[in-house]
Nanobody
Framework: QVQLVESGGGLVQAGGSLRLSCAAP????????MGWFRQAPGKEREFVAA????????YFPDSVKGRFTISRDNAKNTMYLQMNSLKVKDTAVYYC?????????????WGQGTQVTVSS
């Protein structure tokens, strides 16, 4: 199993911005669908964003739509999550995940997470 590595988390005031990065190993990164998830203390894991293998299609839940953007640079084997207008409720550990597009479709590879804390 391939483990991804997140970075860029930290402490930010409400209304501020952070940019998370996810480094993926291997030469097959460009064939993977990728996603971001988060988990707050005592809460279930929550979907945050997804991007297709080519970067041409993205998805966001209503909780972050209009505030977060997802992108990728396949030449650098890296995916990004730009978080703007952060709210206290965005505080969570953020995880990147990879879907190698095998059957059944699912996120098989995960990072260890990076902490994002938003203060009021």
């Amino acid at each position: 199993q391939v483990q991804l590595v997140e970075s860029g988390g930290g402490l930010v005031q409400a209304g501020g911005s952070l940019r998370l990065s996810c480094a993926a190993p291997g030469r097959t990164f460009s064939s993977y669908n990728m996603g971001w998830f988060r988990q707050a203390p005592g809460k279930e894991r929550e979907f945050v964003a997804a991007i297709s293998w080519s970067g041409g299609t993205t998805y966001f839940p209503d909780s972050v739509k209009g505030r977060f953007t997802i992108s990728r640079d396949n030449a650098k084997n890296t995916m990004y999550l730009q978080m703007n207008s952060l709210k206290v409720k965005d505080t969570a550990v953020y995880y990147c995940a990879a879907d190698p597009r095998r059957f059944p479709a699912r996120y098989d590879y995960w990072g260890q997470g990076t902490q994002v804390t938003v203060s009021s």
